[in-house]
């Protein structure tokens, strides 16, 4: 069964309004999650790395203040999109690393900016 | 920079045509590479990792092997539902000891025809 949970699975929202968008590690405990986007038949892309207790480590080019990320407790991990726009849109997916560094993936989420 | 490459882009194969997927990747300080399988609007899901050359894994139909330089995903007697797109990546090993996330391949799309 899934090991990292992601919800929503799709979200639709409009232009300039912001999404919040949970990554849950549901049977261990992950002091770091990672986020990653993907477009449409691409690879995936990291975003950022999400420390528990600490700020948010982003990749060159993702912008902190665009891509909220908050990493309150050792299973759970957010990412907000604030004032999203159409070019938001894509395939959200989260990671977390359980013991002996196997790194699971949530199932993703799909946004949709109208 | 680290990098992923994977070949081929497509492969479409008959139902029991055995063959193999390349990853060749450029990083600086291996601390392991994964393999994961990718169906559409899903999540990566975790297949292997692999930490040091000449290491060999083995699920069902597949084994992963690494070299120095590449690993191989070899698919012996493939069936339709090994279709789906499979992905590499590289997680470095960086000089504080500590991990981060993972660089990906674009992958291969795999199609299993019966």
């Known amino acids: 069964g899934a090991v990292v949970s992601q919800h929503p699975s799709r979200v639709i929202c409009k232009s300039g309004t912001s999404v919040k968008i949970e990554c849950r590690s549901l049977?261990?405990?992950?002091?770091?999650m990672f986020w990653y986007r993907q477009f449409p038949k691409q690879s995936l892309m990291l975003m950022a790395t999400?420390?528990?207790?600490?700020?948010?480590?982003?990749e060159q080019g993702v912008e902190k203040d665009k891509f909220l990320i908050n990493h309150a407790s050792l299973t759970l991990s957010t990412l907000t999109v604030t004032s999203a726009h159409p070019e938001d849109s894509s395939f959200y997916i989260c990671?977390?690393?359980?013991?002996?560094?196997?790194?699971?993936f949530g199932e993703g989420s799909w946004l949709t900016v109208v | 920079e680290d990098q992923v490459t994977q070949s081929p882009e497509a492969l479409r194969l008959q139902e029991g045509e055995s063959s193999s997927l390349n990853c060749s990747y450029t990083?600086?300080?291996?601390?392991?590479l994964f393999w994961y399988r990718q169906d559409p609007g899903k999540g990566p899901e975790f297949l292997f990792t692999?930490?040091?050359a000449g290491e060999e894994k083995e699920k069902e139909r597949l084994k992963a092997t690494l070299t120095k330089k590449e690993s191989f995903l070899h698919i012996t007697a493939p069936k339709p539902e090994d279709s789906a797109t499979y992905l590499c990546?590289?997680?470095?090993?960086?000089?504080?000891?500590?991990?981060?996330?993972?660089?990906f391949g674009k992958g291969t799309h795999l199609i299993i025809q019966p």
């Open positions: 990671s977390a690393s359980k013991r002996g560094n196997t790194i699971y």
């Open positions: 049977d261990f405990q992950a002091t770091t």
């Open positions: 999400s420390n528990e207790g600490s700020k948010a480590t982003y």
């Open positions: 990083v600086s300080g291996l601390r392991g």
């Open positions: 692999l930490y040091s």
């Open positions: 990546a590289v997680q470095p090993m960086y000089s504080g000891g500590g991990a981060d996330g993972l660089t």
